[in-house]
Each structure stands twice: as C-alpha cells, then as structure tokens.
C-alpha cells in the first residue's frame, strides 16, 4: 500500500487522538519538563523575545510599531539610514555619536550612531532578523542533510555506511569557517552575500548531525521493533521513517538547539570577515566589523552588537541544556 | 492428516566472522501441517533464532543461509541448484520484494521474544497494530481500526477501544506479549513463529498467554512454530516437538513421545533438568558444562562431550537422523544417536565426560 493512502487514512481516523505518531503526549511532558526549569525557561523567554522582534521586522520594516519617537524615520529602508536633518549630506563627515550617557550623547540616539549617522537601536533590531533566521534555517539545513546521510548510513551499514561517512568524515576534516569561505566564495563567483552563507554553514554543519544520528541509528536499528516491522513486511523507507528516525532524534534535536548558537556565531564571524551580510544590510557580525575601527574612541559601538550576540546565543544555549535534560530519562 | 505447509530441508545458515565460520544452523529438517504448533526446543545458542529467521529469510550481514530448501505451500522461500561449482539460488526463489509484500507478515509473521522492545515507544499501540492491519490484509483505514480495536480486545486487552490510543509505556509486559500477538493475528496469517514470547514473562502471565494462544489457535486455525528453552511450554500446547542442539535437530517427534518414549540423552538431560509434576525426583540434574562453539563443533556426536551415556564410537561416528520408534497415529519419531545405529555403540566402553564445571 502506498505511503500517501496510509497518511490520509491515518487523518481520518484521528478521532481518538491515538493514530499513529502523536508527539503531543511526548511534548506535553517535555515542556511540562522544561516549565520546572528556570534556567531553561528564561532560555525560551530570550529566545520567544529575540524571535518575535525578528518576526516583527521582518513583516513590518517601518519599524514604527516597535522603535519610539523620531526614530522611525530613519528606519524606514537599508539604503535610507540618515539623519534628514541633522545630517543633510550623507558623506560629508563623522556622523558617529556616543550612547546618551556618555559626553556627546543625545536621547534621540539612545545608544548613539554609528559612522554614517544611522540609529544603532534600529541597526541592532534589524540585524535580529538576519542572525535569527540564518541561525534557524543553516541549522535546518544541516539537520535534514545529517538526519538523512546519518540515518541511510546507519541502517544500511556496509559499503553504503563506508562511503557516506567517509564522504561526511572529509567534510568534518576542514575547519567549518575555511570550508564556508571557500564556499561562499567558489558560489557566488567573488560576490558575496548572506545567503551563499547559509548554505555553507548548513553544509558545514551536515557531519555533527549526521555522525550523531548514525551512532543512535546503529543501536535503534538493533531493536525488536524494527526486526518486527521488517518481518512484518514494513518497506525499508517506511521503518526508517516511521520507526529508526523517530527514535533516534531526541538528541539530535538537543544538539540541533545548541547548534543553533554555534551558527549564529559562525555567520556574525563570516559577516565581520566580509563574507556574510552585505552593507547596507544591518547584521550583528556586520556592525562589529565596521566598529572595530573605533575600538578606542567608541568603544559601545563594539559593545552592543556582541551583547545582542551573547545574549541570543545564551538563549538557545540555556533552552538546549534544559531540553536535554527533559528529554533525558534518567533525570527525573 | 492436515496438509503440510512448511517444509524444512536440511536447512544450513552461516555467519562469516572474523573468526571464523559459525556454523549457526546446520541441516535442519523439520516441517508444519496446517493448524499445528511445532516447538523447537533448545538450550541458548542452539540455533532456534537463526532458524526462524532463515525461515523468513531474515539472516542479516554477516550472516547468509547457505543450503537447503524452505518450501512454503508450493513457494521456494529457499532454494539452491548445483551448478558444479558452487550451490546458486534457484530461479523460482521469492524475490526479496516478493518475501516482502506477500509472505511477511501476511502469510508467517513473527512474535519476538521482549514485549518490552518489540513495540515502538513512540507510536500509540492501537496505531501499530492498524499499521501492520492495514499493510498485510486489503481494508481502508477505518476498517483496519475497528479490526485493531477488535484484536486487542480478542487477546484479552480491556477497554481495548479506550485503550487503543495509549502509549506501550503505559501497558505492563503481559499485556503487551497480548498486543504482539494481536499484531501477527491481525495480519491473519497462516503461520506465526513465536520465537520464546513468553520467556521474558512470569509464571502466572505466561499461562494465561498460552492458554490464550490455545484458544485463538483453535479459532483461527492458525498453525505455530513456537520457540522455547522451555520444556514445560513444550508440554503445554506444542503437537509435535524439534529439539535442536548445536544447530541441528536431534530429536523429534510428536509430543507425548518426547516425554514418555524419549530416544535421545540431550532430550533426556533437559527433561531431567526441570521438575516434573509426574515424577519425583530427589536433585534436578542440570547438564553438565556448556554447549561448545558452533565455530567448530566436536567431532562424531556433537552432544558426545556432554553425553552421559557417551561411548567410544561417540567421539568419532557421525550419528544419522533416522527414524526409531514407531508411533500409534503414524507420525515419525526420529532422533539421531548411536545407540540405534549399528556401530559397536552396546560393545563400547565408556566415555569420561570431560567438562569443566
């Protein structure tokens, strides 16, 4: 019987809840878990806050729902960041301006501008975007990849085994940073943008995933459930989908949580490298690079990026410990 | 007498390892009538699973059935031609997708020896029986529910249809050994291989699972190749019993005469090695040792290291399973030991058993 007619089937018999693969039951404990822990907790409040002011400006890049006061004015485009007033002319001089609390400092600016006079709380809000979404969606990409190449690995064995992991140990010989310049670079032909990024990154990330699956499909792949499904005349694709998958990936999704961090990070690197976000996009690891320049005469140019940085990372670092030890059985 | 559905023949299954080859089943012969259960009783390492497995051609890397025929009504599970050089699988063997769709499961399926890991912790266990329903037997998705909601509650499940969305943590070993059963019946098969599915359960729940399995083999006709260690499951509901030892049947017969007109001294040492309500005995006596490594089986009798009664001729004659007793309803009693051969076995002296304890 064809896979489709099982799924609508299964739809339609849905009545008692019990069809199936439920993850509601499992969830239910899990976040119930997660709710007893603080740390884990406050991990999902930063990352709700980080995602929703992601969210926000990426469906409205006015900006004017979330910034105050005159501000908005100069968020309203990438291209169109300036002053109209205090800065008439773009490229004429400095534009740098402290935070409020330091000499120089204006209320207008609370936390000052940066070098071509643009707001750094709008820069700062609108570079969530870029970290959040670069951050989930290189994560997803190396978790599918790594899922697949590590499941197929795993319960294949053999020649197939041989060559994929040989194919994914090669991958995880080159330092992720190298690997995605050279490909970033060998992409996109000597112009680089976010994107091509994002796709080194979930390349690069495709070994981590892939190797973990595989030593958790190894021993799954062992259990009477499988041997039952196979003497049951289950297809191979359908017992790695619905029984060795399933039950393989709890820890991968830890590791995927944490991984998310890793690639925040790696992209803000790429960013200040001059291989991630292009100017004018604002972008964490982009804002560093241009501030570096001013290390001395203004130091919180540098500051505030990285703070935005360690505490988005910070998130998802607390909730992936918290999830893995909900997720882990033998921590009551 | 009921037709034949399995049949067995000199069967040989090997596993190439790094240290050599073990030679898990070697030339077993042994058949199913319809509506029949047939033990294969053994100690662990006997060979039992490796046989089951071969049956549905199961055998995994670095393991491959290497001879012999499995014949299942008509169809060549196993079989291999002689090319001259070397031994091929014949053409009408059944193809891997052929075993697939139309003989696991729906035609033998298997009940595994754990309760506790052979249902999928992640899926409700009304869910995997509908799933294994719906695969083997041509009904819509619904139809497949109430049948797995009827299953259940026909293994003795209660509330089944409240209880088909739960979890298999939240059910106790008895009750999911019911549900594996449930599962292969479902599928209605006409053979099921319970491979020791009631070892991992206590006393009281193994009897009523086995009384369960009488009743609903009764019902459905199903026949049954049970495998056990245990002589007591043997006496309880088997017809006709194969003992094995060291990847070969030793004995084998129906079951009353594996009891009471027992031919081979392995057969006899695991009697003897269980309390029996019909005989009073002052010690149980286990067998001595362990059984050796089927890498490289000792020569002549394979028992004959273990062998109370061993003799001289034991060490270096191969014994032939051959008939040796007649039966009252005609069914073949045959064992393979010296002592019904004619090789000097009565005029030999006897052997020290040489065992480590």
Not at chain 1, 254 to 265: K, N, Y
Not at chain 2, 211 to 223: A, K, M, P, R, Y
Not at chain 2, 329 to 346: F, I, M, N, P, Q
């Amino acid at each position: 019987m064809a896979i489709g007619e099982q799924q609508t089937q299964k739809d339609e018999g849905g009545d008692s809840g019990g069809d199936g693969f439920d993850p509601n039951v499992g969830w239910r404990h899990t976040l119930s878990k997660i709710k007893g822990d603080a740390t884990a907790r406050f991990g999902l409040y930063v990352i709700a806050i980080v995602g929703a002011v992601a969210v926000v400006t990426t469906i409205d890049a006015n900006l004017s729902t979330i910034t105050f006061g005159r501000v908005d004015n100069f968020a309203l485009a990438e291209s169109v960041w300036y002053h109209p007033e205090r800065h008439p002319d773009p490229g004429a001089t400095e534009r740098r301006m402290p935070p409020f609390f330091v000499e120089g400092g204006s209320l207008e600016h609370p936390l000052g501008t940066d070098r071509n006079g643009r707001d750094y709380i709008s820069r700062l809000v609108y570079g969530t975007r870029v970290s959040f979404f670069v951050g989930i969606v290189a994560t997803a990409l190396g978790l599918l990849g790594g899922t697949i190449i590590g499941a197929v690995s795993g319960y294949y064995g053999g020649w197939v085994d041989d060559v994929l992991m040989r194919a994914v140990e090669t991958l995880y010989a080159i330092p992720p940073l190298v690997l995605v310049i050279v490909f970033t670079v060998f992409v996109s032909g000597g112009d680089p943008d976010i994107i091509y990024a994002v796709f080194g990154v979930g390349i690069a990330f495709i070994p981590v995933f892939a190797r973990l699956i595989r030593s958790r499909v190894l021993s799954v792949r062992e259990m009477d459930y499988v041997e039952a499904a196979r003497a049951t005349g289950v297809k191979d694709r359908d017992i790695l989908r619905r029984h060795v998958i399933p039950n393989s990936f709890a820890p991968v999704l830890v590791l995927a949580t944490l991984q998310i961090g890793v690639t925040i990070l790696i992209v803000a690197g790429l960013s200040f490298l001059g291989y991630g976000a292009q100017p004018p996009t604002p972008d964490w690891g982009e804002m560093l690079r241009i501030s570096h320049q001013y290390m001395h005469s203004n130091p919180w140019m540098s500051i505030w990026p990285g703070l935005a940085i360690l505490i988005t990372i910070m998130g998802f670092n607390l909730f992936g410990d918290g999830l893995q030890d909900a997720l882990d059985p033998r921590i009551k | 007498m009921a037709e034949t559905i399995l049949e067995v023949t000199d069967l040989k299954t090997q596993f190439y390892t790094e240290r050599g080859v073990v030679r898990a089943v070697d030339g077993v012969s042994f058949d199913v009538k319809q509506g029949e259960i047939v033990g294969l009783v053994g100690e662990s390492g006997a060979g039992k699973s490796v046989t089951t497995s071969s049956v549905l051609r199961l055998i995994e890397e670095p393991g491959e059935v290497v001879g012999g025929e499995v014949d299942y009504m008509g169809r060549t599970i196993v079989g291999f031609e002689d090319t001259g050089e070397e031994l091929v699988p014949r053409d009408e063997m059944l193809s891997e997708t052929q075993m697939r769709d139309r003989i696991r499961g729906n035609e033998i399926a298997i009940i595994f020896q754990d309760p506790m890991e052979s249902l999928n912790p992640v899926y409700t266990v009304g869910g995997q029986v509908k799933e294994f329903i719906e695969l083997n037997r041509d009904i819509s998705g619904k139809e497949a529910k109430a049948e797995a909601i009827e299953m259940l509650r026909r293994v003795g499940i209660p509330e089944a249809a409240e209880r088909y969305g739960d979890y298999p943590h939240e059910f106790s070993g008895g009750m999911r050994q019911r549900v594996l059963i449930a599962m292969a019946l479902g599928c209605r098969p006409n053979l099921i291989i319970a491979d020791e599915p009631t070892t991992a359960l206590d006393v009281t729940v193994e009897g009523q699972i086995l009384e369960l399995v009488n009743d609903l083999q009764e019902e459905f006709g199903t026949s049954f190749i049970w495998v056990t260690h245990d002589m007591g499951v043997v006496a309880e509901i088997c017809d006709r019993v194969n003992v094995m030892y060291l990847g070969q049947i030793v004995e084998q017969g129906p079951v009353d005469e594996i009891f009471h007109d027992t031919q081979h001294p392995y057969t006899k040492a695991l009697l003897n090695s269980i309390p029996r309500p019909d005989r009073t005995v002052g010690d149980l006596e286990p067998i001595e040792g362990t059984m050796p490594s089927a890498r490289s089986p000792p020569s002549g009798c394979r028992f004959h290291p273990r062998c109370p009664d061993a003799r001289e001729p034991c060490k270096e004659a191969e014994p032939v399973f051959q008939q040796v007793s007649e039966t009252s309803d005609g069914t073949a009693h045959r064992a393979s030991c010296l002592k019904h051969e004619d090789v000097g076995y009565w005029e030999a002296d006897a052997l020290e058993v040489e065992v480590e304890k």
